[in-house]
């Protein structure tokens, strides 16, 4: 089956810690885009990449760092110098950069302790 | 700048009975425009999207939505809701930066399913 996975489904954090998010997709899709998503309010654009060893900032890249070493996977970190990390973390990945649709992984929920 | 609002934090409605959830958008150009949905503690699935060819939509599980350039609305309905039908429903417009598309989102709509 072609798709989106995210692990873990759930994760804990103490303060001071950095944490990495997994995401891989077997759709051979050249973008990948990390969301955070918190109660009441749409969706918020961290970071995408359109393609290998490319990655840009979107809205609300502080606090967070990616990579894109394989098309396939693109890892979210989310440092101790994001105070609010507690949230619902999506991944998706569109075909290109030029295709408005997204597909979207399960997501991660994120809890600091 | 573009950005979309979406009416009602919250819908309830009985089984059976018709369903609609509303949205308008903001664009400085002919947008596309998507409604996903959400089941609790799940990703986000495409229910239909809006692309400048029919202004009628029909999406999954007995959707539409229909796009009122007039009116700047995308709202969406179903004739007869379904107990499964019960998540949160996100709209969506789509914005070119660059090279590349990025998407507005909506804060949401709850929709509940009352027996």
């Known amino acids: 089956d072609g798709g989106i996975t995210q692990s873990p489904k759930y994760l804990f954090r103490k303060e001071g810690q950095n944490v990495t998010l997994s995401c891989e997709q077997n759709?051979?899709?050249?973008?990948m885009y990390w969301y955070r998503q918190d109660p009441g309010q749409g969706l918020r654009l961290i970071y995408y990449?359109?393609?290998?060893?490319?990655?840009q900032k979107g809205d609300i890249a502080e606090g967070y760092s990616v990579s894109r070493e394989k098309k396939e996977s693109f890892p979210l970190t989310v440092t101790s110098a994001q105070k609010n990390p507690t949230a619902f973390y999506l991944c998706?990945?569109?075909?290109?950069?030029?295709?408005?649709?997204?597909?979207f992984g399960p997501g991660t929920r994120l809890l600091v302790l | 700048a573009q950005s979309v609002t979406q009416l009602d934090s919250h819908v309830s409605v009985s089984e059976g009975t018709p369903v609609l959830l509303r949205c308008n958008y903001s664009?400085?150009?002919?947008?596309?425009l998507f409604w996903y949905v959400q089941h609790p503690n799940k990703g986000l699935q495409l229910l239909l999207k809006?692309?400048?060819?029919a202004t009628l939509v029909k999406g999954i599980n007995g959707f539409e939505a229909e796009f009122k350039k007039s009116e700047t609305s995308f709202h969406l309905t179903k004739p007869s809701a379904h107990m499964s039908d019960a998540a949160e429903y996100f709209c969506?417009?789509?914005?070119?930066?660059?090279?590349?598309?990025?998407?507005?989102w909506g804060a949401g709509t709850k929709l509940i399913i009352k027996p």
């Open positions: 990449s359109q393609i290998v060893n490319d990655f």
């Open positions: 809006y692309t400048s060819a």
């Open positions: 998706a990945s569109s075909i290109d950069p030029g295709s408005e649709t997204q597909y």
């Open positions: 969506v417009v789509s914005v070119l930066r660059g090279s590349n598309y990025q998407l507005i």
């Open positions: 759709l051979n899709h050249d973008a």
């Open positions: 664009s400085s150009y002919s947008p596309s």
